[in-house]
């Protein structure tokens, strides 16, 4: 005899899991909680997610698919070069501080910052995620090396590592009320600094 068909939509559940732990935060997020946001039912929780646990790891995955996908095409894209730093750092400014949003940061970089001495799946995904991001932005760098934006520079990896640390502060001061002029002064410094080690 078939199953009874599940009542609730998994991907718009996981979406409102997604976003109460992004506003949150991981051990703030009661099971009770998420089962009141999610719609469902706390056996239809462990049924198809498994588990708080397991169920903020599918988070971590859902929101790199739909919200930071796109960054990562941008950066690894065959023609990326310093304009899409540029670009990618102008995006970061302006849309951590979009005038009426609650400052929720980046759920990645929150996560990291909350689980960042803790083990399993979330911090592995979190470290891949960082790593990910450093080696996107080096592509990048090499990428203006190539078009002759900037001369060679005697360490691109630690440039690139330069650069994951800058944006992932301008997400976490972001999160904490700074303004867009102080994020954009931050952009500045950095990409002026980019071309001066390569100058």
Same mark, same amino acid.
Request: charge should be neutral; glycine fraction near 6%.
């Given at each position: 005899?078939?199953? &009874? !068909?599940?009542?609730?939509?998994? /991907?718009?559940?996981?979406?409102?899991?997604?976003?109460?732990?992004?506003?949150?935060g991981y051990e703030s997020t009661s099971l009770s909680e998420l089962i009141e946001h999610m719609s469902i039912s706390r056996q239809s929780l462990y049924n198809t997610f498994g588990g708080k646990q397991?169920?903020?790891?599918?988070? %971590?995955?859902?929101?790199?698919? /739909?919200?930071?996908?796109?960054?990562?095409?941008?950066?690894? *894209?065959?023609? +990326?070069?310093?304009?899409?730093?540029?670009?990618?750092? +102008?995006?970061?400014?302006?849309?951590?501080?979009? !005038?009426?949003?609650?400052?929720? @940061?980046?759920?990645?970089?929150?996560?990291?910052?909350?689980? *960042?001495?803790?083990? @399993?799946?979330?911090? /592995? $995904?979190?470290?891949?995620? @960082?790593?990910?991001?450093?080696? #996107? %932005?080096?592509?990048?760098? &090499?990428? #203006?090396?190539?078009?002759?934006? %900037? #001369?060679?520079?005697?360490? !691109?990896?630690?440039?690139?590592?330069?650069? /994951?640390?800058?944006?992932?502060?301008?997400? $976490?001061?972001?999160?904490?009320?700074? =303004?867009?002029?102080?994020?954009?002064?931050? $952009?500045?410094?950095? %990409? *002026? =600094?980019?071309?001066? $080690? =390569? =100058?």
């Open positions: 005899m078939a199953g &009874r !068909p599940r009542e609730f939509d998994e /991907t718009d559940a996981l979406e409102e899991a997604m976003l109460l732990f992004w506003r949150q397991q169920l903020f790891h599918r988070v %971590l995955e859902h929101y790199q698919q /739909t919200r930071v996908a796109g960054v990562f095409q941008m950066l690894e *894209a065959a023609d +990326a070069d310093l304009h899409t730093i540029e670009e990618y750092f +102008a995006n970061v400014a302006t849309y951590t501080t979009m !005038p009426g949003e609650v400052r929720v @940061g980046c759920l990645m970089v929150n996560t990291t910052v909350e689980l *960042a001495n803790q083990e @399993g799946d979330a911090a /592995t $995904v979190v470290r891949r995620f @960082g790593m990910r991001l450093e080696k #996107a %932005l080096l592509h990048a760098l &090499r990428g #203006a090396r190539k078009a002759g934006q %900037l #001369a060679e520079q005697p360490d !691109p990896k630690a440039m690139a590592q330069y650069l /994951t640390t800058v944006v992932q502060g301008m997400l $976490v001061v972001s999160k904490a009320g700074a =303004s867009r002029k102080q994020l954009q002064s931050t $952009v500045q410094l950095a %990409l *002026a =600094s980019v071309r001066a $080690v =390569s =100058s």
